[in-house]
């Protein structure tokens, strides 16, 4: 088996589609009022609507940049807030915190 789909929670679907769009160029499609898909992100996944975020220290989905510095400074211009940076054996990292207040990461190879 392998991972599928991939779904965040969003407290506002429009600051989510704003921030991944100009972000990472992810592209979307309403499914009612509760559920809007994203795609052009590698994997298929959505955001189901939610009151609150999932908490830090849950499951980490991981995004990967050739160039690091860029990935962030799209991210911080789009309205995210960088957490952490990370070097490791093999590459950087840095998690960031999205309009909702989901934690995610984007890494690249030393």
């Known amino acids: 088996m392998h991972i ?3 779904e965040l929670p969003a ?5 989510m589609e704003a921030f991944y769009g100009a972000a990472f160029d ?8 509760d ?13 189901r609507k939610a009151e609150a975020p999932a908490p830090r220290g849950g499951a980490l989905i991981i995004l990967y940049a ?10 911080t211009g789009a309205g995210g807030t960088t ?19 989901n934690e ?3 890494w690249t190879k030393a």
């Open 35 to 47: 559920y809007v898909a994203f795609s052009n992100a590698g994997l298929e996944g959505g955001f």
């Open 66 to 75: 050739e160039d690091l510095e860029a990935a962030e400074a799209a991210v």
């Open 83 to 101: 957490l952490e940076r990370h070097d490791f054996p093999g590459g950087r990292r840095f998690h960031f915190a999205d309009p909702s207040g």
């Open 4 to 6: 599928d789909y991939v």
């Open 104 to 106: 995610l990461a984007v």
């Open 26 to 33: 992810w592209t979307f499609e309403p499914w009612g009022e």
């Open 11 to 15: 407290t506002d679907f429009a600051a």
